[in-house]
T-cell receptor, first 116, second 115 residues
Framework: AQKITQTQPGMFVQEKEAVTLDCTYDTSDPSYGLFWYKQPSSGEMIFLIYQGSYDQQNATEGRYSLNFQKARKSANLVISASQLGDSAMYFCAMRDTDTGGFKTIFGAGTRLFVKA | DGGITQSPKYLFRKEGQNVTLSCEQNLNHDAMYWYRQDPGQGLRLIYYSQIVNDFQKGDIAEGYSVSREKKESFPLTVTSAQKNPTAFYLC????WGPGSNQPQHFGDGTRLSIL
């Protein structure tokens, strides 16, 4: 069965510094995709970035980038130049190919606190 | 603008009462989902639907029911059989299929509490 693990319940970062949020995954399928979502205190889930298993380069979207290490099965989210508005829960997720890709498996999340 | 609308934003349930949470999307997505989130926790899948008139149980379906009569709508009923319904409920939709790089799109959620 596929699994997503986020081992950092909470992280602190100083404003304007970079921070890395860890995500490891387990799958036997050679074709998979990994997603990161942000959940502010208001509750909505916001899609941030996607990495496909066959993508040649690490994904980047503005201040967000993925440190994708396929052999280690890790897909860590890097947020550069942290802003106060980055304070939120962050979830790593992947499609559950055991169910034909209909379901998404979410990690437990990491709460990020950005300090002024 | 396309998106997902959940209503109401806050809902209170009395003991023994069924309540229905609304979810409407205009993204033309085939798949829709309901998740439950408890404070400080991740998302747990309640039900999902791949297509109209079809749906499957997720990981915590007991005490909940759904219908999918229209592509745009996927209401969730929290029945009196759900003894601990207090939680944050999120509805989502997506295009589906293995290898799909399409993310799930989420509504703003409904906070349900017991009176």
């Amino acid at each position: 069965a596929q699994k997503i693990t986020q081992t950092q319940p909470g992280m602190f970062v100083q404003e304007k510094e970079a921070v890395t949020l860890d995500c490891t995954y387990d799958t036997s399928d050679p074709s998979y995709g990994l997603f990161w979502y942000k959940q502010p205190s208001s509750g909505e889930m916001i899609f941030l970035i996607y990495q496909g298993s066959y993508d040649q380069q690490n994904a980047t979207e503005g201040r967000y980038s993925l440190n994708f290490q396929k052999a280690r099965k890790s897909a860590n989210l890097v947020i550069s130049a942290s802003q106060l508005g980055d304070s939120a829960m962050y979830f790593c997720a992947m499609r559950d190919t055991d169910t034909g890709g209909f379901k998404t498996i979410f990690g437990a999340g990491t709460r990020l606190f950005v300090k002024a | 603008d396309g998106g997902i609308t959940q209503s109401p934003k806050y809902l209170f349930r009395k003991e023994g009462q069924n309540v229905t949470l609304s979810c409407e999307q205009n993204l033309n997505h085939d798949a829709m989902y309901w998740y439950r989130q408890d404070p400080g926790q991740g998302l747990r899948l309640i039900y999902y639907s791949q297509i109209v008139n079809d749906f499957q149980k997720g990981d915590i379906a007991e005490g909940y029911s759904v219908s999918r009569e229209k592509k745009e709508s996927f209401p969730l009923t929290v029945t009196s059989a759900q003894k601990n319904p207090t939680a944050f409920y999120l509805c989502a939709s997506s295009n589906w299929g293995p290898g799909s790089n399409q993310p799930q799109h989420f509504g703003d959620g409904t906070r349900l509490s017991i009176l």
